[in-house]
């Protein structure tokens, strides 16, 4: 469920229409709903509470789907952790209130002084990849006499469907030690004065639709802990990643938070572990849409009708790079009859398509819709490809709504673009 609703036709966040948002703030433009933030966090929530079995789990929100500070203020109320990609994103989730503590640095490829800056946070763990990571960290931890609390992430090489682009759980992929190495580097890491492991990760994919992948991986990782824990090690915590798919319009139904926790209790309830998990999508897609403009409404001789919008691929980037389907929902009440549309973007590539052969209610020049479900990986992907200025967001609350990130101007833009010393 979500709060972008049709009233008397005219589609609502919450308690603002967004045609007074597209007004004041202009097209393109991105609306988060709170509530529906705070909503889809306690579902997720709740469902892991509902299992005594499974204690209180960090659930670190993965801040690369939609990392605006004012977004992670909302979860970081709630109690949320955050699990970061990079420096830029541990500073914006230490911006937003979200304590050290709670923040879970992961990432294939994180440079010495990310690691160092992490370090020096005190980030909850950082989710180490390979062995020359774990050196580097150790390395640095040293250094700066401290230990490191570090948690192996794993490839527990399951495949979990969902786009190729997207999945990161196979052996093939770049993500993770296999169990093999991760018990050799436990062993290492227990024995090094900077170093303090405690425990294992994974994170097998995105918008994975179906619990057999995720059992699968958990099953076999609770019999790592276990391994682990023979080969006499404190395995303390069980990082259980994101990836829950959500229910994007026309698509088949993702497991209910519901059955994603029993399932977990069932596998690994009585593992005695301190449980985290990364869901990112889960809690942002449906809580945001991309509110855009039709510039123009024209018609090829042989018949195919196109709608090209103020929004294009560098605003929304998932249907070009994952053939991603988002429902397209006219802002204003209509009684104009269904024709198919391709509805593109500006962008001089045929790749900003956002759909082909669309079926939706006849649209013209000025007319305003909403990509829905663009809460995860919109604003978070956004370019200025093109020289088109990053695309700015609004979070609504209740009858309220704030801009939380603002169009920047063209003089912006080019402001940091120094001409050669001899041009
Ligand atoms: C992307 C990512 C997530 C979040 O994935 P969602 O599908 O958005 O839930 C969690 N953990 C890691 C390590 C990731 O890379």
Redesign the pocket.
């Known amino acids: 469920m979500n709060h972008f609703e049709t009233r008397s036709g005219d589609l609502y966040c919450e308690d603002v229409s967004l045609a007074a948002i597209a007004a004041a703030v202009g097209t393109p433009v991105y609306v988060y709903s709170q509530a529906t933030l705070e909503r889809h966090f306690h579902v997720f929530r709740e469902a892991l509470r509902s299992h005594a079995n499974l204690g209180e789990p960090l659930i670190a929100y993965?801040v690369?789907?939609n990392g605006n500070v004012s977004v992670l203020r909302v979860l970081g109320a709630l109690g949320a952790g955050a699990?970061t990609?990079s420096e830029g994103e541990v500073r914006r989730a230490l911006a937003a209130g979200i304590p050290a503590s709670r923040i879970v640095f992961?990432?294939v490829g994180k440079r010495p002084q990310e690691i160092e800056f992490a370090l020096r946070a005190g980030v909850a763990e950082i989710?180490v990849e390979s062995e020359p990571e774990l050196d580097l960290i150790a390395a640095i931890a040293e250094r700066l006499t401290l230990q490191a609390p570090v948690v192996f992430?794993v490839n527990p090489d399951v495949e979990a469907g969902g786009h190729a682009k997207?999945a990161?759980g196979k052996a093939e992929n770049k993500?993770g030690v296999s169990f093999t190495e991760a018990r050799r580097l436990y062993a290492k890491a227990a024995d090094h004065p900077h170093l303090n492991p405690l425990g294992v990760?994974c994170?097998i994919?995105?918008?994975?639709i179906d619990l057999t992948p995720f059992e699968q991986a958990f099953s076999k990782m609770r019999g790592l802990v276990e391994t682990l824990r023979a080969e006499g090690h404190s395995v303390e915590r069980l990082d259980l990643?994101?990836?829950?798919?959500v229910p994007y319009f026309n698509m088949p139904e993702p497991p209910s938070p519901a059955d994603y926790a029993a399932m977990i209790a069932r596998v690994i309830g009585d593992l005695d572990v301190q449980l985290a998990f990364?869901?990112?999508?889960?809690?942002?897609?449906n809580a945001g849409v991309l509110v855009a403009q039709v510039l123009h409404r024209h018609e090829r001789p042989e018949g195919r009708k196109f709608l090209v919008l103020d929004a294009a691929m560098n605003d929304l980037l998932r249907p070009a790079m994952y053939d991603a389907f988002h429902d397209i929902r006219p802002i204003a009440a209509t009684n104009a009859e269904p024709e198919p549309f391709d509805v593109v973007g500006p962008v001089c590539e045929t790749g900003d398509t956002f759909t082909r052969d669309r079926v939706m209610p006849s649209l013209d020049s000025g007319d305003l819709v909403a990509f829905m479900s663009a809460g995860?990986?919109g604003a978070a992907m956004a370019s200025e490809y093109n020289s088109r200025p990053l695309v700015p967001e609004v979070l609504v609350h209740g009858d309220r709504f704030a801009v939380i990130r603002r169009r920047p101007t063209y003089e912006e833009m080019l402001a940091d673009e120094a001409p050669a010393d001899w041009l």
């Open positions: 993965a690369k789907a699990d990609v992961s990432g989710n992430r997207i990161t993500f990760a994170h994919g995105s918008q994975i990643g994101g990836g829950l798919g990364e869901p990112g999508r889960m809690i942002a897609a995860a990986y």
